[in-house]
């Protein structure tokens, strides 16, 4: 799930990551959370200056592999936060 708050302040980008027990313990949460920083990192280039973007990983981000939550957030950014 993403929410996307555009300002109209000239900075980079900012993300924050929501990742709740319910996702699972903490090594499983850390890693999730390290994934999606890694995904927003690559994505970062094609996010709108000043935006402010919230990531809320559900439960089935567990189980998701790398390339699946790359494709999530990627399709996510592109339709709210693109450039």
């Known amino acids: 799930m993403t ?8 900075r980079a980008p900012r993300f924050g990551f929501i990742v709740s027990k319910a ?3 903490a090594v499983t ?10 995904v927003c990192a690559e994505a970062l280039p094609g996010v709108r200056p000043g935006a402010d973007v919230v990531i ?6 567990s189980q998701a592999t790398f390339q699946e ?10 339709r709210k936060a693109a450039a």
């Open 29 to 38: 949460r850390n890693t999730v959370r390290r994934r999606l920083k890694a």
């Open 3 to 10: 929410h996307v708050v555009h300002s109209h302040e000239e």
């Open 56 to 61: 809320r990983a559900l439960p089935s981000a």
């Open 69 to 78: 939550l790359r494709s999530e957030v990627t399709r996510c950014l592109a």
């Open 23 to 25: 996702v699972g313990n």
